[in-house]
């Protein structure tokens, strides 16, 4: 009995954790069409996980979006598969997205990945942001990183937000989409950026419109 007891609090954060939404669902009146069946071709590397075949929401109608294999946005994150649910008649679609696998340390201060060499610029505008479902704040002085949508270079997935450990005199600077002068969008990483520098940066810019998500969507 005390070895249960002592595996089940081992599993405790990762039941916890799975049982988190970060996502809400989008309600739907017609039933999704029947999954199609694909091959699940060999993986490029071991870093690589499988994105499973769907039927997503997308501007109003049905979309088949099929399998293929991904490396997930930054380390300790893990797929979350979208998923169709009946409540009393009607459909609930969840959107699959990326999320975070551990809770949060109130020691370990999230650390995005390095921005990419060359800028990651697309022809469409990208989705309206996701409705969050925002978890109560794990600890005081947590702070909230907003999700977004990231292209993968295969299509646009949504990377669910999460909770970090501030860094002191700093504030966290959104991941975001910016229209450039060419009608093109261009993806801007987030990041940590020092109070004072960021007060410099906005002032310098208070004419600058910022087509970022908040204001195109």
């Known amino acids: 009995m005390k070895a249960l007891l002592v595996a089940a609090a081992m599993l405790w954060p990762q039941l916890a954790q799975a049982q988190v939404r970060y996502v809400r669902g989008v309600r739907v009146n017609v039933a999704p069409p029947a999954v199609r069946t694909e091959v699940r071709p060999t993986a490029p ?3 690589h996980r499988w994105i499973p075949v769907y039927w997503g929401w997308r501007a109003g109608k049905h979309v088949w979006l099929g399998g293929y294999w991904a490396l997930p946005p930054a380390q300790g994150y893990v797929w979350e598969p979208a998923r169709w649910e009946n ?3 009607a459909w609930i679609f969840y959107e699959g997205h990326w999320r975070v696998e551990d809770q949060p340390n109130p020691e370990v201060v999230y650390q995005p990945p390095p921005p990419p060499v060359q800028p990651v610029v697309i022809e469409s505008r990208p989705p309206p942001p996701l409705e969050e479902m925002q978890p109560a704040r794990p600890f005081e002085g947590a702070t ?3 999700g977004y ?3 993968n270079g295969e299509r ?4 669910a937000g999460r909770w970090s450990a501030q860094p002191r005199d700093y504030n966290w600077e959104n991941h975001g989409w910016e229209r450039r002068h060419d009608g093109r969008w261009e993806h801007r990483p987030g990041h940590w950026e020092h109070r004072e520098e960021r007060g410099e940066h906005h002032g310098h810019h208070e004419d600058r419109e910022d087509h970022d998500e908040r204001r195109e969507h």
């Not at 646009?156 to 990377?159: A, D, E, L, N, P």
């Open 45 to 47: 590397s071991a870093r």
């Open 87 to 89: 409540q009393g008649g």
């Open 144 to 146: 909230w990183i907003r």
């Open 149 to 151: 949508w990231q292209w």
């Open 156 to 159: 646009h997935v949504w990377v």
